[in-house]
């Protein structure tokens, strides 16, 4: 039973073209995370949400947006992709911090 | 912020035991100590986690001596699908989230 649902496992965008990754989860957490993650690297956390409270990690760049409109969705924005965000999108919930994290299986996004 | 340090790599064969190593040393006292798995193209999944002395779960071990400056996630008798990339990380309170350090590439052979 899938917990954490990435939506699409793969996308493909045109440079510029905005872009909308989207996650869900059944398991009811407080805590949602976006993570980028590029071949041979570690992920790297974009933002989270503590409930509804919002956190921006200080180098995720402002084309990187997020909105979580209830317990259960979360949503990835990149306004104006580049070549340079083609990358794995992960996203991950906990119950709280330093909780167990969950993770989806990701989204690769591929930019043209 | 908690900077973890681990080997980039390490080798192995079937049936061995494996300990991977991370150093923490600016660990806040109110820090966890996790481990995660990564296959490819795959989202990390959680092994074990830790907050001092010992912990033992059904597939690893983690140690972690009582300065709590490093740990060490043990995993008994490896085998070829534990060739994977194994993150240590370690709250931060002042965040309120976990960083990924750079992992540590376990590959198992025959």
């Known amino acids: 039973d899938a917990m954490v649902i990435q939506n699409p496992r793969y996308q493909v965008t045109q440079f510029g073209k905005p872009v909308t990754l989207s996650c869900s989860q059944t398991?009811?957490?407080?805590?949602m995370y976006w993570y980028q993650q590029k071949s041979s690297q570690a992920p790297k956390l974009l933002f989270h949400y503590y409930d509804k409270d919002f956190n921006n990690e200080a180098d995720t760049p402002d084309n990187f947006q997020s909105r979580r409109p209830n317990t259960s969705f979360c949503f990835l924005d990149i306004r104006s992709p580049g070549l340079g965000d083609a990358a794995m999108y992960l996203c991950a919930t906990s119950a709280g911090y330093q909780e167990t994290q969950y993770f989806g299986p990701g989204t690769r996004l591929l930019v043209l | 912020l908690a900077k973890t340090t681990q080997p980039i790599s390490m080798d192995s064969y079937e049936g061995q035991e494996v300990n991977i190593t991370c150093s923490h040393n600016n660990i806040a006292t109110n820090d966890y100590i996790t481990w995660y798995q990564q296959f490819p193209s795959q989202g990390p999944r959680f092994i074990i986690q830790g907050y001092k002395t010992k912990v033992t779960n059904e597939v690893a071990s983690l140690f972690i001596p009582a300065d709590r400056k490093s740990s060490t996630l043990s995993l008994p008798r490896v085998s070829l699908s534990d060739t994977a990339v194994y993150y240590c990380l370690v709250g931060d309170t002042g965040r309120r989230a976990l960083t990924f350090g750079s992992g540590t590439r376990l590959q198992v052979q025959p």
């Open positions: 398991l009811n957490h407080n805590v």
